[in-house]
């Protein structure tokens, strides 16, 4: 069975919320009160993940911290087709690691302006926002070009990976942080082709293709 | 002093505005926030209480009320508004979160009394497709004018709280009693005599961003603190991208502006009640 320590508001939660219903593996919820009541930080969840984050997955008794190391976990164990963590292909494998690692780098930047508009969190906003728009260059220009060659993906042509899976929270999320992603058209067109996967599923603050926001 | 400047707007410094929650802020020793555009600092002191200076130093009133910290720039005229239910010993009582949002406070205070949103914005919980129909509901001032109520709304939900197990049509009454604070009552999922209570009190921090903070009073022994707080925060994270996309951020109070639907007509309502107010922070005022 697998439980999946949970906060809705998490674009981190949701990367696993969104790969397990693409992929179709029942999972059961805790709830986990991160705001206001802080319970990542309580004594009992420390024990589950030192670092005092969520998400955290229990599968079975395996405990397992990081969303992109679950999701690594999760297509790895869970996705027959192999397709969203193809395990065959070095090069492929690597160009995955390299985006998974950015999609962490989204965190740091466009979650934490979030954290800070929404939450109250104290960090220097300018230098949050500023990396965020530093990140949506890169990854504007790295769609741009791969749209040249026929590519849809971050790091594939035909099907996603979980490096899509792991960068679409946060970047669908920035405008709650003060980050417009209105300069970044080959990234709207990305989001936009993630929507309309099958099993696809929102979070508060995410619309389905094709309404208002 | 410039008379056209919204903060100065004297019947809204006259106002209790909240703060904060109790529970969050006596987590800390120091606190500043903006409240109507100016500084302002919560010192806690002994046994949770907490002094509320203004930008010059000088000390504001302040009272605990709701479980919040609430406070004036002013000289309030009148005690904060009731809410007698708050009071009952078998109710829950708790904050569902505060969060900031990029939005004036008028704005999220007509988005909360709007229920012709639901089915578009809060699909599967607060509505769903095919049952967008608002139907015909009652809406009055009241309390000598110092209130907005509407009575006898309903709407079908699939999912009307943490609680509920199936659809239904959820009866509702909103209370505006004060600017930028709205209650609402609705329906309880189990006990079909009582009524939950959902409070919206925003504290604004200038014209265009507020604090949200969210007040539950509910009829539920069952639910942890964390389902409750988690099905709200969920709800209300939904609305958030819609107010931050609202132009212009500020409300228009000329009856012009904009064409509400005939839905509105508790925005019609609270529109023209903060015009006869003389309320100005945060509008976009009617043009004479
Ligand atoms: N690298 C981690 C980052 C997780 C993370 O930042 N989680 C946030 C919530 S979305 C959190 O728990 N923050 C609390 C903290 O870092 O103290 C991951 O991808 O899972
Ligand atoms: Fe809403």
Redesign the interface.
């Known amino acids: 069975m697998i439980t999946l320590y949970d906060?809705?508001?998490s674009g981190n939660c949701y990367k696993l919320r969104l790969l397990m219903s693409i992929l179709g593996v029942k999972f059961t919820p805790r709830?986990?009160?991160f705001?206001?009541?802080r319970?990542h930080k309580s004594e009992a969840f420390l024990r589950l993940n030192p670092l005092g984050q969520v998400p955290v997955l229990d599968d079975g008794g395996l405990i397992l911290r990081d969303a992109q190391a679950i999701l690594v976990y999760l297509a790895s164990k869970y996705d027959p087709s192999g397709r969203w963590y193809p395990r065959e292909d070095a090069a492929l494998l690597g160009r995955i690691a390299m985006w998974l690692a950015f999609a962490d780098q989204i965190t740091a930047t466009a979650s934490a302006a979030r954290l800070h508009?929404?939450?109250?969190y104290e960090l220097d906003i300018d230098k949050a926002r500023a990396g965020a728009h530093a990140l949506f260059r890169i990854l504007d220009e790295h769609f741009w070009f791969a749209e040249q060659t026929g590519d849809q993906w971050i790091c594939t042509r035909d099907h996603p990976t979980i490096a899509d899976i792991a960068c679409f929270p946060y970047v669908m999320l920035s405008?709650?942080g003060?980050i417009p992603r209105l300069p970044y058209p080959a990234i709207r067109r990305w989001t936009d082709r993630v929507k309309r996967v099958p099993g696809f599923v929102v979070m508060?603050?995410i619309?389905p293709t094709g309404?208002?926001? | 002093m410039n008379s056209s400047d919204p903060s100065h707007d004297q019947v809204v410094r006259d106002e209790w505005h909240v703060l904060g929650a109790l529970e969050d802020l006596s987590a800390r020793p120091d606190w500043d926030t903006r409240l109507l555009g100016e500084k302002v600092s919560i010192r806690r002191k002994a046994g949770n209480t907490f002094d509320v200076l203004g930008k010059d130093g000088a000390t504001l009133q302040s009272q605990q009320r709701y479980g919040y910290l609430w406070a004036s720039l002013g000289t309030p005229a009148r005690p904060l508004f009731a809410i007698p239910e708050f009071d009952e010993p078998d109710r829950r009582n708790l904050n569902a979160a505060t969060f900031g949002v990029h939005v004036s406070a008028p704005r999220a205070i007509e988005n909360f009394l709007d229920m012709g949103h639901f089915p578009f914005v809060h699909t599967d919980y607060l509505g769903v497709e095919p049952h967008t129909e608002v139907k015909e509901y009652d809406v009055q001032v009241t309390n000598d004018g110092h209130e907005v109520l509407a009575r006898r709304c309903r709407f079908y939900q699939p999912r009307a709280s943490s609680v509920a197990e199936q659809g239904y049509e959820v009866e509702y009454i909103y209370r505006v009693p004060h600017p930028y604070c709205a209650v609402l009552y609705k329906a309880n999922a189990i006990d079909a005599a009582r009524m939950d209570v959902i409070g919206l009190f925003l504290q604004p921090v200038d014209e265009e961003h507020v604090k949200a903070n969210m007040l539950l009073s509910l009829i539920d022994d069952a639910s942890s603190d964390t389902t409750i707080r988690a099905f709200q925060q969920t709800i209300f994270a939904q609305d958030k991208p819609i107010l931050e996309n609202q132009i212009p951020l500020k409300l228009p109070l000329d009856p012009r502006a904009e064409m509400p639907a005939k839905s509105d007509a508790s925005s019609i309502t609270y529109r023209r009640w903060l015009r006869q107010r003389g309320v100005r922070y945060g509008t976009v005022a009617a043009s004479a």
């Not at chain 1, 508009?117 to 109250?120: E, K, L, N, R």
């Open positions: 906060y809705e508001l709830p986990v009160d705001y206001p009541g319970e508009d929404g939450v109250f405008e709650e003060g508060s603050g619309f309404e208002a926001v």
